[in-house]
């Protein structure tokens, strides 16, 4: 088992702009974070007023899904990273209800991920892991 560390969360903040039919683009707030609990993702978080159901909505994805998508399309499923023109990031969330598409600013993300590969480098996330904890609660949860 690993020691804790007093940083093991990064949470950064960042503008994402709403891109809808209109052709004007609301700037909504949102915040990334990454943990090293859960070291192969990270979230994206919209606080309650920025959504339409008025409540928090978090997007759990892979680091390495978000990574890729800086430099070419990538994602398959509810979650999708792509470049899009100049410093901006576009990340399509697909759900039931619809699809919502935000840009965000590269360079923030860029920023994010450099953080985040101090905290746990790439490759290295198996280490993070408390494999013997996770098991023992599925256990417990199967009694």
Do not use: K, N
């Amino acid at each position: 088992m690993r020691e804790q560390d007093l940083s093991t969360v990064i949470e950064q903040a960042v503008e994402a702009r709403l891109v809808a039919s209109a052709p004007r683009m609301e700037v909504v707030p949102a915040v990334l974070r990454y943990d090293c609990d859960d070291p192969y993702a990270v979230r994206m978080v919209f606080p309650a007023p920025a959504t339409l159901e008025g409540v928090e909505v978090a997007w759990e994805f892979s680091r390495e899904l978000l990574a890729a998508g800086l430099d070419a399309p990538s994602g398959t499923g509810d979650v999708r990273v792509r470049p899009f023109g100049h410093d901006r990031t576009g990340v399509e969330f697909h759900a039931v209800e619809g699809v919502a598409m935000v840009h965000v600013r590269t360079t923030d993300v860029r920023r994010f991920l450099r953080r985040s590969r101090q905290l746990v480098p790439l490759g290295c996330e198996y280490l993070f892991l408390d494999l013997d904890h996770d098991l023992a609660e599925l256990l417990r949860d199967a009694y």
